[in-house]
């Protein structure tokens, strides 16, 4: 069974960091592209970064860009977003999602984890 | 504001037909393919629609996607109670190098 499972969120302040994690099992990891979807309470989903199965090829939200660094460790299956110079307008629930190559290997995720929620606040 | 337009709501009764519309541009839904997301209250997205019409195994036939020129359509036949939920379509945009979703349709099952 596919999983996908989101650690690492919680309260930071503004202009702080933090890094969530997402542990993947059920498939062979280093075969999928990834991405890191977020939702702001309330709000609608907004993509923020995806990076390729050897990690050759990462993109960002511009919202993100320069902020955020997304990485990931095929022999740990593990998906990581270091986020830095956090703001308020950072809070969400982040979700890691695998992309399926069924569709444009991009926008099509297939699978998502439960999401870690990060909050920005002093 | 998204760069993927959708209305903000949509409603039906059980057994209608009812369809959700998302508009883009040349650079997204002109050039490449559509995905549709299921999203239930307090749940993870789910992805119910890619590349324009394809369904993922364990999708009903009740659901049904189409492309036409920068606008795309998912359509749900047969409302059941259960669809009640917020739909996002979603694509990749080659101006901005990354995945645009629409702002997202909450759809009612009256």
């Known amino acids: 069974e596919v999983q996908l499972v989101e650690s690492g969120g919680g309260l930071v302040q503004p202009g702080g960091s933090l890094r969530l994690s997402c542990a993947a099992s059920?498939?062979?990891?280093?075969?999928?592209?990834l991405n890191w979807v977020r939702q702001a309470p309330g709000k609608g989903l907004e993509w923020v970064s995806y990076?390729?199965?050897?990690?050759?090829?990462?993109y960002y939200a511009d919202s993100v860009k320069g902020r955020f660094t997304v990485s990931r460790d095929n022999a740990k299956n593990s998906l990581y977003l270091q986020m830095n110079s956090l703001r308020a307008e950072d809070t969400a629930i982040y979700y890691c999602a695998r992309a399926y190559c069924g569709g444009d290997c991009y926008s099509s995720n297939d699978y998502w984890g439960q999401g870690a929620l990060v909050t920005v606040s002093s | 504001q998204s760069v993927l337009t959708q209305a903000p709501s949509a409603s039906g009764t059980p057994g209608q037909r009812v369809t959700i519309s998302c508009s883009g541009s040349?650079?997204?839904?002109?050039?490449?393919?559509v995905n549709w997301y299921q999203q239930l209250p307090g749940t993870a997205p789910k992805l119910l629609i890619y590349s324009i019409y394809q369904r993922p195994s364990g999708v009903p036939d009740r659901f049904s996607g189409s492309k036409s020129g920068t606008s795309a359509s998912l359509a749900i036949g047969g409302l059941q109670s259960e669809d009640e939920a917020d739909y996002y379509c979603?694509?990749?945009?080659?101006?901005?190098?990354?995945?645009?979703f629409g702002g997202g349709t909450k759809l009612t099952v009256l």
């Open positions: 990076i390729s199965s050897s990690s050759s090829t990462i």
């Open positions: 979603a694509a990749w945009d080659d101006s901005l190098n990354g995945v645009v």
């Open positions: 059920g498939f062979t990891f280093s075969n999928y592209g």
């Open positions: 040349s650079s997204n839904i002109g050039s490449n393919t």
